[in-house]
């Protein structure tokens, strides 16, 4: 999806431990994503939509891909009680946003991709 020349992409996560996954993540800036395959031309102006589903919630937040992780990305979620890394790149993550619910009806529905196209740009406002 692509709002005024930005591309808006969305990371999600369905696990048990995804709250706290999202919190450690964001204290290191990264996240780990197995939907979006992201090559160096492409960090330029590309937004993430971070999101977690929690039974019924929707958590999310807003971040810009900034590259290419260059730490151990295992380190980050060791700090986990739970053993939920998700597989995928780890990309650097400047988070823009605070981790905020965002009602259903604002995030539409989710697939396996994160939030919908039609809906990204709602839930980025």
């Known amino acids: ?3 005024i020349g930005i591309t808006v992409r969305s990371c999600s996560r369905k ?5 706290e996954n999202m919190f450690l993540g964001m204290e290191e800036r990264a996240v780990r994503d ?8 492409k960090f330029d102006a590309c937004l ?3 999101i977690c589903r929690i039974g019924a919630k ?3 937040n807003l971040g810009q891909f900034v590259g290419i992780y260059r730490g ?9 009680d739970n053993d939920c890394l998700s597989e995928g790149e780890t990309y650097e993550l ?4 605070c981790i905020h619910g965002v009602p259903d009806e604002v995030c539409g529905p989710i697939e396996n991709e994160g939030v919908h196209e039609d809906h990204r ?3 980025v406002h």
Do not use: E, K, R, Y
């Open 1 to 3: 999806m692509t709002l």
């Open 15 to 19: 696990t048990s431990c995804v709250l």
């Open 34 to 41: 197995g939907c979006n395959h992201l090559s160096t031309n």
């Open 48 to 50: 993430a939509i971070v």
């Open 58 to 60: 929707t958590f999310a």
């Open 72 to 80: 151990d990305a295992q380190q980050i979620w060791d700090n986990s």
């Open 94 to 97: 400047n988070p823009l946003t």
């Open 121 to 123: 740009a709602t839930v």
